[in-house]
């Protein structure tokens, strides 16, 4: 069974600085999805950024971007800029060939003023 | 356009009741999810329907059960539910290919009295 694991449960960050999301994962397939979704207080469950297991350069949207490490298991969400509706629960995702698409436990990510 | 549309938004059922969540999606999707999501804690996998047919079910008690009546419709239908079960219930649609993001509804909140 797959696993993913973020431990950080939650993180602060002042407007306009860079902040970094860690997020492990534990399979044994070799072709396999990840993503980040963002969920803010109104619970609607947003993409922020998708990989490709088999793409080796990483995934890059705007201001998010990602630092896969397959090798290592590791999946770390970096947001630069940072703006106070970054603030939200993230969470890290885990998607095998046949839709089955697990969450971490989520990161709380506040922006401080 | 990329909407996953739910109702109703929230739902109070007392423990007797027979009640329905419905989702709907017009971008052509061919797989529909549901998620559960309790308070502080990531969405569950509940069902996965594949070209309208169910390819997961997460071992679900059988008080939920699902209906795809066509590629644009996913229905949850409660029936004999208890106060344990109240939550955030999420739809979800993606074009079923391997990989492909998942766009998700806005939830349905549940309460079960």
């Known amino acids: 069974a797959q696993t993913v694991t973020q431990s950080q449960p939650e993180m602060s960050v002042q407007e306009a600085e860079t902040v970094t999301l860690s997020c492990t994962y534990d399979?044994?397939?070799?072709?396999?999805?990840l993503f980040w979704y963002k969920q803010p207080p109104s619970r609607q469950m947003i993409l922020v950024i998708r990989?490709?297991?088999?793409?080796?350069q990483n995934a890059t949207e705007n201001r998010f971007s990602v630092n896969f490490q397959k090798a290592a298991k590791s999946f770390s969400l970096k947001i630069s800029d940072s703006q106070l509706g970054d603030t939200a629960m993230y969470f890290c995702?885990?998607?095998?060939?046949?839709?089955?698409?697990?969450f971490g436990a989520g990161t709380r990510l506040t922006v401080k003023p | 356009d990329t909407e996953v549309t739910q109702t109703p938004k929230h739902l109070v059922m007392g423990m007797t009741n027979k009640k329905s969540l419905k989702c709907e999606q017009h971008?052509?999707?061919?797989?529909m999810y549901w998620y559960k999501q309790k308070a502080k804690k990531p969405p569950e996998l509940m069902f996965v329907?594949?070209?309208?047919?169910?390819?997961i079910n997460e071992s679900v008690p059988s008080r939920f059960s699902p209906e795809c009546p066509n590629s644009s419709l996913l229905n949850l239908h409660l029936h004999a539910l208890q106060p344990e079960d109240s939550a955030l219930y999420l739809c979800?649609?993606?074009?079923?290919?391997?990989?492909?993001?998942?766009?998700f509804g806005e939830g349905s909140w549940l309460t079960v009295v």
């Open positions: 979800a649609s993606s074009w079923g290919e391997d990989g492909n993001t998942i766009y």
């Open positions: 399979t044994s397939e070799s072709n396999y999805y």
């Open positions: 990989q490709e297991a088999y793409k080796q």
């Open positions: 995702a885990f998607m095998k060939l046949d839709n089955d698409m697990r």
């Open positions: 971008m052509g999707h061919r797989a």
């Open positions: 329907y594949s070209y309208e047919k169910l390819s």
